[in-house]
């Protein structure tokens, strides 16, 4: 999957708060993916706003604090919510075991509801994405594993197929023996090809191949691990902000990015 680029995502003007003691806090867990979304998510729209357009004092910025899959949020004047955060997935794979900068890693579906207390109490409700971007190269930790199996045969067994075949003159068999190579995982294959006359059922050509198989087989599972911290990634909260019975507007927020992991996992066969 190649990786996508998203607009607005470094701002190195910004100063951002601090995202919390992220030891403390418990982790959503996605296929592969070990994130917590907390931190101070300031706006990126005109005028430093977080919400694009609603009733009462502006929202510039909202705290989020994620616990396993519930989060508390509160906005910069002091209203509160509460709701969900989905398990992360992954949205690109690592190319040649690294994110260049501005890779979407993964992302989460969130929803909140609370109340508006800058607008009259107004009842809101949010539904929106928080994506993880690169905003560094991020090189990822390779380990391997290789799982080897094989059949060896301990009693030299035979097996013996025959095939026929006829065209408008001649009948065509086909004759595989199959040796077991006894205490090797290999197997000696003899086909022959004998081509009779149909009428007179006279032998007219014979001809022989040998062939050495290796029954043996082994599966190599690489695992990539990306480590991710507040240097290296921005999480990006979009959505819609919606005030019961007056409408709805957008969200576009960004906050650093806080401890966490992405692995992926690649499993390859051969013989």
């Known amino acids: 999957m190649a ?5 607005l995502v470094l701002f190195s003007g910004c100063e951002w708060g601090s995202s919390g003691g992220d030891g403390s806090f418990n982790t959503s867990q996605g296929a592969g993916v070990q994130l917590n979304f907390s931190g101070v998510y300031s706006g ?11 009733g009462g004092a502006p929202v510039t910025s909202l705290v989020i604090f994620q616990a396993g899959n ?3 949020i509160t906005d910069n004047n ?5 709701g969900n955060i989905g398990s992360p997935g992954a949205v690109a794979d690592g190319v040649n075991g690294s994110f260049s900068t501005g890779a979407e890693l993964a992302q989460a579906q969130v929803s909140f509801t609370g109340n508006d207390n800058s607008a009259g109490g107004r009842e809101i409700n949010f539904v929106g994405v928080i994506h993880a971007v690169a ?22 067994g035979t097996r013996t197929t025959t095939t026929s075949t006829f065209d408008a003159t001649n009948k065509i068999d086909i004759i595989t023996v199959t040796e077991d190579i006894e205490g090797s995982p290999e197997t000696r294959e003899t086909t022959t090809t004998v081509r009779y006359d149909r009428e ?11 062939t050495i198989k290796n029954d043996s087989s082994s599966a190599t599972t690489s695992t ?9 990634t921005q999480y990006r909260l979009q959505g819609n902000w919606i005030e019961v019975g007056a ?10 990015g806080t401890a966490g992991l992405i692995q992926t996992t690649t499993t390859t066969t051969g013989q």
């Not at 990786?3 to 607009?7: D, F, Q």
């Not at 430093?48 to 609603?54: E, H, N, P, T």
């Not at 007179?200 to 040998?210: A, D, M, P």
């Open 44 to 54: 990126t729209m005109s005028g430093g706003k977080l919400v694009a357009s609603k």
């Open 224 to 232: 990539t691990t990306y480590e991710i911290t507040e240097a290296n």
């Open 247 to 256: 409408g709805s507007s957008g969200v576009d927020g960004l906050s650093a």
């Open 78 to 82: 002091g209203s509160t919510y509460t």
């Open 3 to 7: 990786a996508t680029c998203l607009g």
């Open 135 to 156: 905003v560094k190269d991020i090189q990822g930790t390779t380990s391997t594993d290789t799982d080897s199996s094989s059949t060896s045969s301990s009693d030299g």
């Open 200 to 210: 007179t059922g006279v032998e007219l050509s014979r001809t022989q191949t040998v």
């Open 70 to 72: 519930s989060l508390e």
